[in-house]
């Protein structure tokens, strides 16, 4: 009982931290929002950004959110085997997802659009950023909890880490989706 | 239990993938609808929208029969927060931007410059 409410209250604490993450994100996204057109003689976003590409990263990331699901399910069940595999099609997704994003901003960088040109590119940079390197700090957590989930097992301990690395790995996916409309199919519109 | 749990990660997953694709068609697509820019706009903010709560209810299992309380409640304070920054924000940047004249901007540019 006792172990009980420790868990839901560091699941509460974590809640809190990913609301107040919220906050961080919803003031990048003021920020993008006014910049949008401020290209200041440089590329404008419509000529920049790439839809097919945002698509394609937006079903990995919609697609690692239900693997990522489904290890927390197999982790219930005390399914180790299971639980390991999401975790890596998880961790493989995340990945994937990061390789494209990286891949954008380096062909960005090659076309001289770098955060410096213009007011529009350093908002960019900063909202798809910060959330590229939620994404890497997630990765290494995936790392984490599959070493500690070969060592000591399924413990509780580990089971309710899993618990707060799925809130926060769906939470990323949530901000992703505004990313993708507000960032690429707003400035094809 | 477990059944259920699944079923939920299952529909929600279908419905988050039909809502992307939705979505981008209505951007590339837009003469298939015919739509103007206001009515993809719209369209695709909605689906937006519908798409949040979707991952809401059938990912983080939030909504009127959610176990606690106060999730919900700091989550409804966080998007308060929000709606105050974002649309504060632009209603202020909006005025500001329409409140000066080009002749300003370029001033205030080349001062800038040096």
């Given amino acids: 009982m006792n172990e ?17 993450d919220l906050i961080l994100f919803a003031a990048l996204f003021a920020a993008f929002a ?8 440089g590329p404008t976003a419509s000529q920049l950004l790439d839809v097919n590409n945002a698509l394609a990263e937006t079903l990995i990331l919609l697609t690692s959110s239900f693997t990522c699901g489904l290890a927390l ?11 390991i595999g999401w975790l890596g099609a998880t961790f493989a997704l995340g990945g994937a997802f990061l390789t494209l994003e990286l891949a954008e901003f380096s062909k960005f960088l090659a076309q001289g659009a770098s955060w410096q040109t213009s007011g529009f590119l350093s908002s960019f940079f900063t909202l798809v950023g910060t959330h590229g390197l939620h994404i ?16 000591r097992g399924l413990s509780p301990f580990v089971v309710s ?5 799925a809130l926060f790995w769906h939470f990323l996916d949530i901000v992703w989706i505004f990313i993708f409309t507000i960032v690429y199919l707003m400035s094809h519109v | 239990m477990f059944k259920n749990k699944l079923v939920l990660y299952i529909t929600g997953f279908l419905i ?21 820019s206001t ?14 709560l979707t991952q809401a209810i059938f990912f983080l299992h939030l909504g009127p029969g959610s176990e606690s309380r106060w999730d919900v409640a700091i989550f409804a304070s966080t998007i ?35």
Avoid: C
């Fill in chain 2, 80 to 114: 308060i927060l929000i709606l105050i920054i974002v649309v504060g924000s632009l209603w202020i940047m909006n005025h500001l931007n329409y409140n000066m004249t080009p002749q300003q901007i370029n001033q205030y540019l080349m001062d800038q410059s040096g």
């Fill in chain 1, 4 to 20: 009980q409410k420790s868990e839901d209250k560091s699941i509460f604490g974590f809640w809190v931290y990913l609301m107040t």
């Fill in chain 1, 136 to 151: 890497s700090i997630g990765l290494l957590w995936i790392v984490v909890a599959l070493f500690q989930i070969g060592f």
């Fill in chain 2, 39 to 52: 009515a993809v706009l719209t369209a695709i903010l909605v689906l937006a929208a519908l798409q949040f």
């Fill in chain 1, 161 to 165: 880490k899993l618990k707060r690395f």
């Fill in chain 1, 34 to 41: 006014t910049l949008r057109n401020s290209n200041f003689g």
């Fill in chain 2, 16 to 36: 988050s993938i039909a809502l992307t694709l939705a979505a981008f068609f209505a951007v590339v697509h837009p003469e298939f609808f015919h739509f103007d």
């Fill in chain 1, 73 to 83: 399910l197999a982790a219930e069940r005390n399914n180790r085997g299971w639980t």
